[in-house]
């Protein structure tokens, strides 16, 4: 339904500046994510990540084995606790438990963080590349084919080839 919308709209501001447009408007269109697949600095980007996870997921590991353990001691003991001792064991648990949420929520915050960090680059390069082959063969607008579904797209309007030519991929 969100893709249709965007679709929609796309459709719309696209008849409406072009009823505008005095110059007759080219249109193309190139899949970024495809085309940052296919960057050689992408496997190294994710190796990066996939160790900078691994810290956190060692981390939350570690910390869930604590939990369970105490879990587990509680309820082999917890017949015959007193009910302060009780109290005590249930609010740490509790306790645990609240910090190993909010760490896994920090840790996937931090994750996206690094990711976009080192992403940004490579977008850039991309996006440079984009415009200097829009730039070179007279594209006024360019869609992003993995955002937006495009129901007719010649073949002469996609980008690709000449933005891989321009980033020296094959």
């Known amino acids: 339904m969100k893709k249709l919308l965007k679709v929609a709209l796309v459709a719309v501001c696209m ?32 190796t990066q990540m ?7 997921s060692d981390q939350l590991a570690t910390m869930s084995t604590e939990y369970q353990t105490k879990g587990q001691a509680y309820e082999a003991k917890r017949a015959t606790m007193t009910d302060a001792s009780r109290t ?11 910090r190993i949420t909010t760490f896994r929520d920090n840790a996937q915050k931090q994750i996206e963080a690094k990711s976009n960090e080192l992403l940004k680059p490579l977008t850039d390069k991309l996006r440079a590349a984009i415009q200097a082959v829009a730039a070179a063969k007279g594209y006024t607008y360019v869609l992003d084919s993995s955002q937006v579904e495009l129901i007719v797209s010649p073949p002469g309007d996609d980008l690709a080839p000449e933005v891989k030519a321009k980033l020296g991929l094959k």
Do not use: C, H, R, W
Not at 17 to 39: D, P, R
């Open 15 to 46: 008849v409406v500046v072009s009823s505008f447009a005095k110059a007759q408007t080219k249109i193309g269109y190139i899949n970024t994510n495809q085309m940052m697949e296919m960057l050689p600095e992408m496997k190294t980007l994710q």
């Open 50 to 56: 996939q160790d900078y996870q691994k810290t956190f």
């Open 88 to 98: 005590a064991a249930e609010s740490e648990l509790q306790d645990m438990q609240t």
